[in-house]
Each structure stands twice: as structure tokens, then as C-alpha cells.
């Protein structure tokens, strides 16, 4: 499902509503007296006004002005986040930069006799913080902060990048009774205004004023944009899903055209003809991409001597995935260019994904850079073109007339898979010979994970036996993730063992760890406790305990944004279960068959039992990788399915 984007392109005159900021540290008594949000009395803060401002000024350079003003009411401690805040400012290249001014704060309480204080923003305790050479956080917290307070502050932002125009964002992680948003744009800006989400403005009006900004010494007039929203519900996060950014109730601001001083409008809009010429011939991108000669010297000759394409491919990946260390930014730019990159064998993504290309292309295989952005990056807007959208480069290359998508900052990603993060939506190929095109971001490998159990009932009350299971594609992938944040897999299994109080593993074994075009193999000796005392003769026993759903994922009422698993999804468990001859089953679970509507998923178990051996099995399938909104109840409900009927025991009877 598509991010709601509706694309403003007329101008309305006839409404004469004109926005308006609220005071400045003041209440009433009935903000203070306030205990909860009726519209959502689970939530723990809500936002009582919010206003902002931006426009162009007319002073030297023109910068672009941001007003930010809002005022909240803290129920309790869970929200005293909301007194933490943080303003991400940027530095350019060439001296340019944005800043901040004008920061106040106060928070209203009331003290232990029951009185009202105003405690203000000490200016002395706003902090800065260096994030990269691009991004800094201005930080501060407001003070006193107690059950039931209110919190206000507000601050002013100049930037010199005005084709960036402040975006807006209705929706936050707390409800809002009212965000107002005024924009000013000069006539000589032309912007492509959206509006992102799925609620319905309150208020939109565009008005006219006449000569309100001044360039070089001419008038012009202005566009008057005002958008604001009442009972505004909290966006809430759930598991699967994409960035918020593509489901947040939002404005959005790009520049389309300017106006120039000699009176010519030059087009800012890229068109993909246009992209596509600007990343070939940047030195940081289309330049590394042709630097085989630099590869080819670098690879071993083990390598160039292959015959195979596919081997010579997957023998490339897995040299180069060796070779770098991710630092972990993300980027579609060479940092400072792919020989320092190889020298430092430390790298960003784009040195290693680009180095790849090169690469392939050094042993006679044609490679293409994808660009695409990332899960927590947010879609990229086809409509309007801008590579600033894109935050991360894979490759690509076509062998035996199938297509690999390939990323070589994880060691232990299979050739041909990519990481989680990178499936998303589209991506634009770009070749070195031909114009770029889209590609789908899928992933047609399942996350496949079967778990064989053979476990016997001992006279002592103890359970012996082993545990097997086998790991494909994204489920190999996430176990290898797993297992390597240890320093070895006996360490892991070391952790293993701990965590699970119930069982103690005697013997383990981890086959093809590291062949990453293997199945993952784990299997387990154990020995667990089945009963010690036999109250009334019975003991019960969970056939589904190595494999439980324990808490469903999916808790919204009503979710409007799609759940996104990356990848389908088949998850199957049997089970052989030997008991001595002295007991009798006396209760076992039925067998269950769930289906969601259209095979879009299905969970199904049997359980049958033949003389002292019980066997029992469940198969968990999701055949879909992302789920619409309209399909969220069923899914939800089918977890809600699974995890009762995971709870349901086997109950042994002790004969006399």
C-alpha cells in the first residue's frame, strides 16, 4: 500500500481565516486542574497547542525563519520525555550552516502545598552535541518537571537552505488538541506542497499578501499557507512497519522553481534524465564506480583465474565482504574515495557497495549501483526528484538471466539476500551505459525455520532428548546475527542455556555458521524437568514450548499503515514425545486449522497419539510480506488464535 500523498496545486483566495500564535508562558486553571485526555485516557501527556511560522526573509542571503512554539500537559512520569527535547541542525560544505535562537522554556507545577510555580529554562543548561561533520543536536530539558505539570517552550531556527522548506508534522507520539502550521512564500519560490497521512486537516487556507518580501530592491507578493488540525490522535508505532515519516499526518514543502533576479524562473524539479547525469559524473559516486583497474590490481589472483560467472561473482562478494568493516553511515557518496576506503578497510556504504560494483565489473561481470532508502529513511517521492530521498547504495548484476541484489557491509548476509533494512519499496538502478529505471526492493527468500524435537519421559520425572533445528534464508540470516554477537558459539550457547531455567542443553552443535549458502544447523542435547512430584498422578505437559507465540505483535484497535515483514515467513515444529508404559494420556489438545482469508497465512496442528509415543506438529505460515491495513484484524486475530491455542497441555496420568 502507498503513503497517502495528496499534491496541492491550486490557490484559494475566498477564506479570510488568518493563523495566530497563543501567548507566551501563560495558563488557566483549567489546563492545570486537567487529569486526563477524554479523547485518549491512556495517554500520558497531550500537546494543548502547537503553533509554528515559517517564511523567507528579506534580509542579506535570505534565510529561511522558523518559529516553533508548543505548549503540553504532562499527566504523569511516563511522559516526562516530553521535557527532553532535542533540534537537529545542519552543516553544509562551504560555510553554510543552520542555527538557532531565541530558545525559552518554562514548566508550570505545583508545589508540595499545593500552590502553582513557574520554574524557566536555566540558558546556561542548552547543549550542543556533534553528531557528524553535517549534523548537530541542540539539546535542554525542561526543569521541575512533575505529575500533572505543564510544559512550554519555543525557539527560532534560521537556515540558508530555503529549497528545503520547513515540513510540519500534525501527528507526534502523543495526542494533540490543536498544531497550527503558517507558511509565507514568496512569489518568486514555486514549491510542490503535500500533504502525507490519512487524517483530514481542520483548517486550509491560502491567502494572498501583497508585497511582503522584498528581492533586490523589487516587491513581490506572498502566498499565505495555513494548516491546522484538531484532536489530533498519537501516531503509535507497532512492530513491522516501515519509517513513521511515510504514515505520519504531515505537510511537506519542495522547491519547484525560482523566479531569478533577472526576471527568467529556473526549474529546481530534477527530472530523472537529470539525476541520472549528476550522480555518473560525480567524483564520489559515478567516478568510483569506473575504478576496475583499482579493484582488479586489489583482487587475489584465486579470484581472477575462476571461469564460473556465478562463482567468480559470489567469490568477489565474499572477498570484499572480508576485506571492510561497516562504520555504520549510511550514504549513496564515496566518503573519500575507494583507494582510501581499501587502505583503511573501514568504511561507509557507499565505498563498500560501490567498491563491489567496481569489482564485478574488474572480472568481466556487468554490475549496476542501486540507490534506495532505507526502512527508517522513508519513501522516496517519484514525483519529484531528489537524490537527497536516497541514503544507501547495493549492487546489482544480472547472471544466467537472473538478477542479484548484493551488499557487502554485513558478513554474514548470503549472496543474493538483503539486510532487512534495504527492503523497501523501490530503488533506482544506476548504470553506467544506459538510463536508470525502478526496481521492486523484494525479497523472494523465505524466513524459513523447522524445529525436529525427539524427547523421551524418564521414571525419575526428567525429559531427555535431542532438539534440531534448521535454519533458511532470513531465519539462517537473523540466527547468524545471533549467534556472532558472541565471541564464539559456545559462548552463545553458554547464554542459550542460561536463559532457558527449564532446560539444560548437555551437548550442542553448529553446523555452517559460516557457509553462508548453507542451511544453518543447531542441535541440542537436552535434559529438562517433566514432573518431581505427581500431585493426584497427573502431570501436563506443552507439546508447542520450544516454538510459543507469547505475545501478540498486532495491538492496535485500528491500524492505518501497513504491517511490512520484509519476507514471508514458514515456521514448522514436530514433535516425537515417548512415555513409559505406566502413564496414560487422559486430555490432549485438538488439533487446529486457522487460515487467513485468501491463503494469505495459516496455522495448523495435529496431534495423535499410537501406543507410548505422542506426535504432535504446528505450522506457522504468513505467505505474504506485507499485510494492507483492511488485512490487519485478521492478522491480529490469527496471533490471538496461535497463542491460546499454544497454551493448551497434554495432561499424563499416572497408572496405579
Same mark, same amino acid.
Given at each position: 500500500?502507498?503513503?497517502?500523498?495528496?499534491?496541492?496545486?491550486?490557490?484559494?483566495?475566498?477564506?479570510?481565516?488568518?493563523?495566530?500564535?497563543?501567548?507566551?508562558?501563560?495558563?488557566?486553571?483549567?489546563?492545570?486542574?486537567?487529569?486526563?485526555?477524554?479523547?485518549?485516557?491512556?495517554?500520558?501527556?497531550?500537546?494543548?497547542?502547537?503553533?509554528?511560522?515559517?517564511?523567507?526573509?528579506?534580509?542579506?542571503?535570505?534565510?529561511?525563519?522558523?518559529?516553533?512554539?508548543?505548549?503540553?500537559?504532562?499527566?504523569?512520569?511516563?511522559?516526562?520525555?516530553?521535557?527532553?527535547?532535542?533540534?537537529?541542525?545542519?552543516?553544509?560544505?562551504?560555510?553554510?550552516?543552520?542555527?538557532?535562537?531565541?530558545?525559552?522554556?518554562?514548566?508550570?507545577?505545583?508545589?508540595?502545598?499545593?500552590?502553582?510555580?513557574?520554574?524557566?529554562?536555566?540558558?546556561?543548561?542548552?547543549?550542543?552535541?556533534?553528531?557528524?561533520?553535517?549534523?548537530?543536536?541542540?539539546?535542554?530539558?525542561?526543569?521541575?518537571?512533575?505529575?500533572?505539570?505543564?510544559?512550554?517552550?519555543?525557539?527560532?531556527?534560521?537556515?540558508?537552505?530555503?529549497?528545503?522548506?520547513?515540513?510540519?508534522?500534525?501527528?507526534?507520539?502523543?495526542?494533540?488538541?490543536?498544531?497550527?502550521?503558517?507558511?509565507?512564500?514568496?512569489?518568486?519560490?514555486?514549491?510542490?506542497?503535500?500533504?502525507?497521512?490519512?487524517?483530514?486537516?481542520?483548517?486550509?487556507?491560502?491567502?494572498?499578501?501583497?508585497?511582503?518580501?522584498?528581492?533586490?530592491?523589487?516587491?513581490?507578493?506572498?502566498?499565505?499557507?495555513?494548516?491546522?488540525?484538531?484532536?489530533?490522535?498519537?501516531?503509535?508505532?507497532?512492530?513491522?512497519?516501515?519509517?513513521?515519516?511515510?504514515?505520519?499526518?504531515?505537510?511537506?514543502?519542495?522547491?519547484?522553481?525560482?523566479?531569478?533576479?533577472?526576471?527568467?524562473?529556473?526549474?529546481?524539479?530534477?527530472?530523472?534524465?537529470?539525476?541520472?547525469?549528476?550522480?555518473?559524473?560525480?567524483?564520489?559516486?559515478?567516478?568510483?564506480?569506473?575504478? $576496475?583497474?583499482?579493484?582488479?590490481?586489489?583482487?587475489?589472483?584465486?579470484?581472477?583465474?575462476?571461469?564460473?560467472?556465478?562463482?567468480?561473482?559470489?567469490?568477489?562478494?565474499?572477498?570484499?565482504?572480508?576485506?571492510?568493516?561497516?562504520?555504520?553511515?549510511?550514504?549513496?557518496?564515496?566518503?573519500?574515495?575507494?583507494?582510501?576506503?581499501?587502505?583503511?578497510?573501514?568504511?561507509?556504504?557507499?565505498?563498500?557497495?560501490?567498491?563491489?560494483?567496481?569489482?564485478?565489473?574488474?572480472?568481466?561481470?556487468?554490475?549496476?549501483?542501486?540507490?534506495?532508502?532505507?526502512?527508517?529513511?522513508?519513501?522516496?517521492?517519484?514525483?519529484?526528484?531528489?537524490?537527497?530521498?536516497?541514503?544507501?547504495?547495493?549492487?546489482?548484476?544480472?547472471?544466467?538471466?537472473?538478477?542479484?541484489?548484493?551488499?557487502?557491509?554485513?558478513?554474514?548476509?548470503?549472496?543474493?539476500?538483503?539486510?532487512? $533494512?534495504?527492503?523497501?519499496?523501490?530503488?533506482?538502478?544506476?548504470?553506467?551505459?544506459?538510463?536508470?529505471?525502478?526496481?521492486?526492493?523484494?525479497?523472494?527468500?523465505?524466513?524459513?525455520?523447522?524445529?525436529?524435537?525427539?524427547?523421551?519421559?524418564?521414571?525419575?520425572?526428567?525429559?531427555?532428548?535431542?532438539?534440531?533445528?534448521?535454519?533458511?534464508?532470513?531465519?539462517?540470516?537473523?540466527?547468524?546475527?545471533?549467534?556472532?554477537?558472541?565471541?564464539?558459539?559456545?559462548?552463545?550457547?553458554?547464554?542459550?542455556?542460561?536463559?532457558?531455567?527449564?532446560?539444560?542443553?548437555?551437548?550442542?552443535?553448529?553446523?555452517?555458521?559460516?557457509?553462508?549458502?548453507?542451511?544453518?544447523?543447531?542441535?541440542?542435547?537436552?535434559?529438562?524437568?517433566?514432573?518431581?512430584?505427581?500431585?493426584?498422578?497427573?502431570?501436563?505437559?506443552?507439546?508447542?514450548?520450544?516454538?510459543?507465540?507469547?505475545?501478540?505483535?498486532?495491538?492496535?484497535?485500528?491500524?492505518?499503515?501497513?504491517?511490512?515483514?520484509?519476507?514471508?515467513?514458514?515456521?514448522?515444529?514436530?514433535?516425537?514425545?515417548?512415555?513409559?508404559?505406566?502413564?496414560?494420556?487422559?486430555?490432549?489438545?485438538?488439533?487446529?486449522?486457522?487460515?487467513?482469508?485468501?491463503?494469505?497465512?495459516?496455522?495448523?496442528?495435529?496431534?495423535?497419539?499410537?501406543?507410548?509415543?505422542?506426535?504432535?506438529?504446528?505450522?506457522?505460515?504468513?505467505?505474504?510480506?506485507?499485510?494492507?491495513?483492511?488485512?490487519?484484524?485478521?492478522?491480529?486475530?490469527?496471533?490471538?488464535?496461535?497463542?491460546?491455542?499454544?497454551?493448551?497441555?497434554?495432561?499424563?496420568?499416572?497408572?496405579?
Amino acid at each position: 500500500m502507498k503513503k497517502l500523498l495528496l499534491v496541492i496545486t491550486t490557490v484559494l483566495l475566498a477564506l479570510t481565516t488568518h493563523a495566530q500564535n497563543f501567548p507566551e508562558t501563560q495558563y488557566i486553571d483549567s489546563e492545570m486542574q486537567l487529569t486526563k485526555y477524554d479523547k485518549d485516557t491512556s495517554a500520558h501527556a497531550v500537546v494543548l497547542k502547537e503553533f509554528g511560522k515559517a517564511w523567507i526573509s528579506s534580509n542579506d542571503n535570505m534565510p529561511l525563519i522558523y518559529e516553533y512554539h508548543v505548549k503540553i500537559k504532562i499527566f504523569d512520569s511516563k511522559a516526562f520525555n516530553q521535557g527532553n527535547v532535542s533540534v537537529r541542525l545542519y552543516h553544509g560544505d562551504n560555510d553554510s550552516f543552520e542555527t538557532i535562537r531565541d530558545i525559552k522554556g518554562v514548566t508550570f507545577y505545583k508545589d508540595d502545598n499545593g500552590m502553582i510555580q513557574k520554574a524557566e529554562l536555566d540558558p546556561k543548561k542548552v547543549y550542543r552535541e556533534t553528531i557528524n561533520k553535517h549534523h548537530e543536536l541542540v539539546k535542554f530539558a525542561l526543569p521541575n518537571l512533575r505529575d500533572g505539570c505543564i510544559i512550554e517552550y519555543s525557539y527560532v531556527t534560521e537556515s540558508p537552505y530555503r529549497f528545503n522548506f520547513h515540513s510540519w508534522d500534525f501527528q507526534s507520539d502523543i495526542p494533540k488538541m490543536y498544531s497550527e502550521y503558517e507558511a509565507h512564500i514568496p512569489a518568486i519560490y514555486e514549491y510542490n506542497i503535500s500533504l502525507r497521512g490519512f487524517l483530514k486537516l481542520t483548517k486550509s487556507v491560502l491567502d494572498l499578501e501583497r508585497e511582503c518580501f522584498s528581492y533586490y530592491g523589487v516587491k513581490a507578493d506572498c502566498t499565505k499557507a495555513i494548516y491546522a488540525m484538531e484532536n489530533v490522535p498519537a501516531f503509535v508505532e507497532e512492530a513491522h512497519m516501515t519509517s513513521p515519516a511515510n504514515y505520519l499526518s504531515a505537510v511537506y514543502f519542495e522547491l519547484a522553481a525560482m523566479t531569478k533576479q533577472n526576471g527568467i524562473k529556473e526549474k529546481i524539479t530534477q527530472e530523472w534524465g537529470s539525476i541520472d547525469r549528476e550522480l555518473k559524473a560525480n567524483d564520489s559516486f559515478g567516478s568510483q564506480m569506473k575504478r $576496475r583497474d583499482l579493484l582488479k590490481d586489489h583482487l587475489p589472483p584465486s579470484i581472477l583465474i575462476l571461469t564460473d560467472t556465478l562463482s567468480k561473482a559470489k567469490a568477489v562478494y565474499a572477498y570484499l565482504q572480508k576485506w571492510f568493516k561497516w562504520n555504520k553511515m549510511r550514504g549513496i557518496y564515496s566518503e573519500d574515495g575507494l583507494k582510501k576506503a581499501l587502505d583503511n578497510h573501514s568504511a561507509n556504504v557507499a565505498d563498500i557497495n560501490l567498491s563491489l560494483v567496481a569489482a564485478l565489473a574488474a572480472v568481466g561481470i556487468n554490475a549496476e549501483a542501486v540507490v534506495l532508502s532505507t526502512r527508517d529513511n522513508g519513501l522516496v517521492n517519484k514525483l519529484f526528484p531528489v537524490v537527497s530521498d536516497f541514503d544507501y547504495v547495493i549492487a546489482r548484476v544480472n547472471i544466467g538471466n537472473k538478477p542479484y541484489l548484493l551488499d557487502a557491509t554485513d558478513p554474514v548476509l548470503a549472496f543474493g539476500m538483503l539486510p532487512l $533494512r534495504c527492503i523497501n519499496d523501490q530503488g533506482r538502478v544506476m548504470s553506467l551505459n544506459k538510463p536508470s529505471y525502478w526496481i521492486d526492493l523484494v525479497e523472494n527468500q523465505k524466513s524459513t525455520r523447522t524445529s525436529s524435537l525427539d524427547l523421551t519421559l524418564q521414571p525419575d520425572g526428567k525429559i531427555k532428548g535431542t532438539i534440531n533445528t534448521y535454519y533458511v534464508g532470513y531465519a539462517a540470516y537473523e540466527k547468524r546475527l545471533a549467534i556472532k554477537k558472541f565471541n564464539s558459539a559456545d559462548e552463545y550457547i553458554e547464554n542459550l542455556d542460561e536463559k532457558n531455567n527449564r532446560i539444560k542443553i548437555v551437548k550442542s552443535e553448529i553446523l555452517n555458521l559460516d557457509s553462508l549458502d548453507l542451511p544453518l544447523s543447531e542441535k541440542l542435547e537436552v535434559v529438562m524437568d517433566g514432573y518431581k512430584n505427581l500431585d493426584g498422578g497427573n502431570f501436563t505437559f506443552n507439546p508447542a514450548f520450544w516454538d510459543l507465540e507469547t505475545e501478540n505483535p498486532f495491538k492496535l484497535t485500528e491500524r492505518n499503515y501497513p504491517v511490512d515483514l520484509g519476507s514471508t515467513i514458514d515456521h514448522r515444529l514436530s514433535l516425537l514425545f515417548h512415555f513409559p508404559e505406566n502413564f496414560t494420556v487422559s486430555q490432549q489438545p485438538n488439533p487446529v486449522g486457522i487460515a487467513l482469508p485468501n491463503k494469505a497465512g495459516r496455522f495448523i496442528t495435529s496431534i495423535e497419539v499410537s501406543g507410548n509415543t505422542i506426535s504432535y506438529s504446528q505450522v506457522e505460515q504468513l505467505n505474504k510480506a506485507i499485510y494492507t491495513p483492511e488485512e490487519y484484524p485478521y492478522l491480529k486475530e490469527l496471533f490471538n488464535k496461535i497463542i491460546q491455542n499454544q497454551k493448551a497441555n497434554i495432561v499424563f496420568k499416572k497408572n496405579p
